[in-house]
């Protein structure tokens, strides 16, 4: 469990770093911007899941 | 052409992206690597100079990032990114040679100030960073060693020129550490230690049975210099049967080792230093003037030690902090240092403070040095009794090492701290001698 509450707090973390530039009114590069947002929908996706098994568990 | 180089180590992509679009839009005078793991940080550091690294604390394994630090150039700024914040790693970060930290979530105003302080470390600090790496304020010596960046940016050979112990070794290992090529590659050859029957298998190489006594193939310097830098130090006493060879493969690249039929290529950057003068060396016909004007791309004068009296204050205050932190010198003595003509340059002062601390004394006055050498009880003679009651105490082996140092160090006074010389003179190899010299920490 430490290992996998690690890895979501660093998805967080990357999470918040992607949304901060991604919201930044400079950045208008729309081919890193849909990258980038797809690699947030991924993670997103791989936090859920991981608190759905978490809570099975429980 | 972007002025600085950054090299991003992150094995998340989405971080990476961010990161990147935040370093492009902040500083546009940047150009960035990206890698994702170690090995290839590794290789893109080998193949580029990397000005700043920004490098994840937890790659593949955790922590795996503060191995890259050891491993990056010592003129990289290295910066980690990291989550954690507990004061052991932060502390075992510094120890490794991080300059700075970078917190994750990565926010863009704490990103801008790492780059300020780079920048301002880089730009406007370049005389402290002189001032320390080579203990020196003289304005002549600084404003050439300010080109530093310069030198070890392009290739152009240098020729570095400066009396016997005034630290041409040392600039060279500084410019080679700040330039583009393998930081491990310096490859160091000191011709005047070489025999001259010797001195063609050491820079070209030989294959086995190329002559009597050459067992194995060996790779000569010219070759393990590949996309590094060849060092000749004491380049005046390079034998003239070969300096033509040497000339042609400063030209062409190639060359062929002892017995060999097929040419190696080497991709090198040369740098020479001497304490001869090449040009009376081209009088005396004793040097090729087409290698002196080959090797001479840029050239730099070290000025003698005597000839910058201010520094020896710097050099003294830098050498007592850090091998003797409790003996202090006087004012008279620092005045009576400061007016003698050292001859032997910086090596013969840090041979002379090494024998006055040895002297075992808290305050060091103008009685401990005399006639301008350290006083020394027994320097020249030694005393049968004394001796005999050093051996009862220390062991023969110790007492013979010591009196080993003193002869040599006597005899290497003697001679104005000339290597060659004193060699010469003691018939002495010069691995013992250069042995002999670390046992007095010259």
Redesign the interface.
Known sequence: MDKELHDI??DL??????S??LS?I??K?KK?SL??IQ??QE?LQKIKQLIESSAKEN | MKKYSVLLVEDDQLTALSFLALISKQWAECECFYAKSLSEALKISQQNKIDISFIDMDLENPLEGLELIKKLKKSTYKVVLTSHEDQQTIFKSYSLGCNDFLGKPINGPILTKIINKFLLLRDEDVDQYLTQTFLTQDEVYLGQLRFINKWALSDVPLLILGPTGSGKSHLAKEIHSRGKKDESKLMHLNCAEIPEALFEGELFGYKKGAFTGATQNKKGKLEMAHEGTLFLDEIGSMPLSIQQKFLRVLEEKTFYPLGSEVSVTSNFRIICATCDNLEKLINEKKFRSDLFFRLKGEEIVIPSLGDRRADIAIIVEYFLSSNYRKIILTPQLMKKLASYSWPGNMRELFLLLNNLASLDKGILDVEDWQDGEALEEGSSTFQFESLRGDILEKGLACVMQELESKIVMEIFRENKFKVRETMRQMKMSNATFYKILGRAKV
Request: charged share 25%; aromatic share 10%; no cysteine.
């Open positions: 707090k660093s973390s990357s999470l918040r770093t992607a901060e530039v930044g400079y950045f590069d890193i990258q980038m690699l947030m993670k």
